[in-house]
């Protein structure tokens, strides 16, 4: 299943290591860098990898790439860091505070803040063209994909978001007996049953919370029918609060519940898609140019 408001699709880049302390030098050979940048927000010393081209476009793009919910900057994908590579562009790769287990993490004001400071960066140590700053993640990434094109839209020139959460509140109600629920009540000091507040931190957090049919931030949003890990209402929700009407909550039931999906699919939602290799149960496109 797939889902797409605007256009935006977003790839990626690679290699060899170097670690920069207190950050005293900039780095300026091709390859993989360990950064630490200073947090606007509270002082410390927070870290990011950059992937730097051997042969970059000019001005530069530049890929934002979210790690998982239980992983921290560490976390690499070979595919997004060679397709960065041959394109030439810079791929950042923030830690935004690592896994989600902690009350700075999970979405925090910090946490948030780390990924601007790492591209307010990047951008004024390179030449990175304005207009191509690209954001994308999957599950826990793909949470906090959306929640800062919800919340902090000015940087993006598009977003991806892959089996992302959407609803923080939601998705503790399916998991609150495993891992994840724990998780989240170390984030969050309890359930969103239990005060008010911990229930408006929830709420805060919630990319839910921002969406609406004024986001301007072109979104590509992406989405396993059977996953189980996250649901794919979290999609779909997402991209009904995006564009009203494109999405039914009849829809919605047929996909989320067992059976063939869609009862009238049309032509255009079960296309096949080479590059996806996976059959296709819904896609649905809404003001793209």
């Given at each position: 299943m797939q889902l797409r408001t605007a256009c935006a699709v977003v790839f990626l880049s690679t290699l060899a290591t170097s670690y920069l302390g207190a950050q005293a030098t900039v780095p300026s050979t091709p390859g993989r860098h360990r950064v630490e940048i200073r947090s606007s927000a509270d002082g410390s010393l927070q870290p990011s990898y950059l992937y730097l081209p051997s042969q970059p476009v000019r001005p530069t793009p530049l890929a934002v790439f979210l790690h998982t919910w239980s992983f921290d900057l560490e976390q690499r994908d070979s595919t997004l860091e060679a397709e960065a590579r041959s394109r030439g562009w810079i791929l950042l790769a923030p830690n935004f505070r690592g896994p989600n287990d902690h009350p700075q993490a999970c979405g925090s004001p910090v946490a948030q803040q780390d990924i601007l400071d790492a591209v307010a960066w990047v951008r004024g140590h390179y030449q990175v063209d304005d207009r191509r700053i690209y954001l994308l993640g999957m599950s826990g990434g793909g949470f906090m994909t959306m929640l800062m094109a919800g919340r902090h839209p000015e940087p993006w020139a598009a977003a991806s978001a892959w089996v992302g959460i959407s609803d923080l509140r939601t998705w503790y109600t399916a998991h609150s007996e495993d891992q994840y629920g724990k998780m989240m009540r170390s984030c969050f000091g309890g359930s969103p049953?239990?005060?008010?507040?911990?229930?408006?931190?929830?709420?805060?957090?919630?990319?839910?919370?921002?969406?609406?049919?004024?986001?301007?931030?072109?979104?590509?949003?992406?989405?396993?029918?059977?996953?189980?890990?996250v649901a794919v209402t979290h999609t779909l929700h997402a991209f009904q609060a995006l564009e009203p009407g494109v999405v039914s909550d009849a829809d919605i039931e047929a996909l989320a519940n067992p059976g063939p999906g869609l009862p009238r699919p049309s032509a255009a939602d079960t296309a096949s898609d080479p590059v996806l290799g996976r059959r296709i149960f819904l896609r649905r496109v809404a003001r793209a140019s």
């Open positions: 049953v239990v005060t008010d507040s911990v229930a408006a931190a929830f709420r805060s957090r919630s990319p839910l919370t921002y969406f609406n049919s004024r986001h301007q931030v072109p979104m590509d949003l992406a989405a396993g029918r059977f996953d189980n890990t």
